[in-house]
């Protein structure tokens, strides 16, 4: 399947399923689509092959998702040398990948139950239920490891939360009659932000004018391949695309309102090139004033005026 056929059956399913969404395919953009549904937030990146994923849209993808309090999610049809499985739960770069049929299996809450691990299939088992039904069977530990061909030490571990190997699982199940495999909940899987992307953060800023706005008391994050330049973390909820021209200033501002219709966030221009206030309905930043102002909240009381003024104007 071609790229551009798998991004249109995601925005369907999306549809389908009630979400609000904007695309980003066409800029080349280190997510492809954001959405959202209520309070559920998904910046999803789509390609055909997942091992095409790059290590820098994958670190905005982590930064991204902290900012937005968001969940991200790779969609994809297959790697170099298998195709995905709809059930099967994959990673790359420490993002969650799932197949388009596992995307639409999410969507319906049906979590995957396996999840891909150095080239195996791995599962997470309900280990109440297992101690339980063995229990019940008045089979000590001893006694299952060896009908099920395991070493005492491996189920000991299963009955403490360790993943098992597909193979194992349902050999246990079989002993045991009963359901012990359970759903692995994408949302809640743990996929910190990377050291890599910490580092970045903390990291002195290449563009002079975010960097006098992290003095002010910004908490940036700054992105390599987003359709915006940085967005603040923090209490401000600010979105900020920085341009050297005016000639790029409405494919921002436009990118800019895109983003902030889904993630309820303001956007603000920055730039040195022009002595206009808004591009569209963005306010802009000259870089020249940051230096005014002695704290985030001048800085913010101005962007908001200037926000509301362009509201009236419109009225």
């Not at 979590?111 to 063995?134: C, H, W, Y």
């Not at 299952?144 to 993943?163: M, V």
């Not at 699982?169 to 990377?194: D, T």
């Amino acid at each position: 399947m071609i790229r551009p056929t798998l991004v249109n059956q995601v925005l369907q399913l999306l549809t389908r399923h009630g979400f609000t969404y904007q695309s980003f395919v066409d800029s080349n953009s280190s997510f492809d689509i954001i959405a959202r549904q209520q309070n559920i937030v998904l910046i999803l990146k789509v390609l055909s092959n997942i091992d095409s994923l790059r290590n820098e849209h994958a670190r905005d993808l982590q930064k991204l998702t902290h900012v937005f309090n968001a969940h991200s999610l790779i969609i994809g049809e297959k790697t170099k040398v298998f195709e995905l499985q709809a059930n099967v739960l994959y990673e790359r770069y420490g993002i969650p990948v799932l197949s388009l049929q596992g995307l639409e299996s999410l969507l319906l809450q049906k979590m995957p139950t396996q999840r891909s691990f150095k080239g195996k299939n791995i599962v997470e088992l309900d280990v109440n239920k297992l101690r339980a039904e063995r229990e019940a069977r008045e089979l000590t530990l001893k006694d299952l490891s060896e009908r099920a061909g395991i070493s005492l030490e491996s189920l000991h571990r299963y009955e403490h939360g360790s993943p098992a190997q597909l193979e194992v699982a349902e050999k246990l199940e079989e002993i045991l009659h009963a359901k012990l495999i359970r759903g692995i909940n994408v949302f809640e899987h743990a996929y910190p932000i990377s050291e890599i992307s910490q580092k970045a953060q903390q990291d002195p800023l290449s563009i002079n004018a975010l960097e006098q706005l992290k003095e002010l008391g910004l908490k940036l994050s700054v992105f390599e391949r987003a359709p915006l330049t940085a967005a603040a973390a923090d209490e401000h909820r600010l979105l900020i695309s920085h341009i050297d021209d005016t000639h790029h200033a409405a494919k921002k501002a436009m990118q800019l309102e895109k983003t902030q219709h889904v993630t309820k966030q303001p956007g603000l221009i920055v730039t040195r090139s022009t002595k206009k206030l808004h591009v569209n309905n963005v306010p802009i930043l000259q870089e020249d004033e940051i230096s005014t102002f002695s704290n985030v909240k001048d800085m913010m009381k101005m962007v908001n005026a200037r926000r509301e003024n362009k509201k009236k104007d419109k009225k």
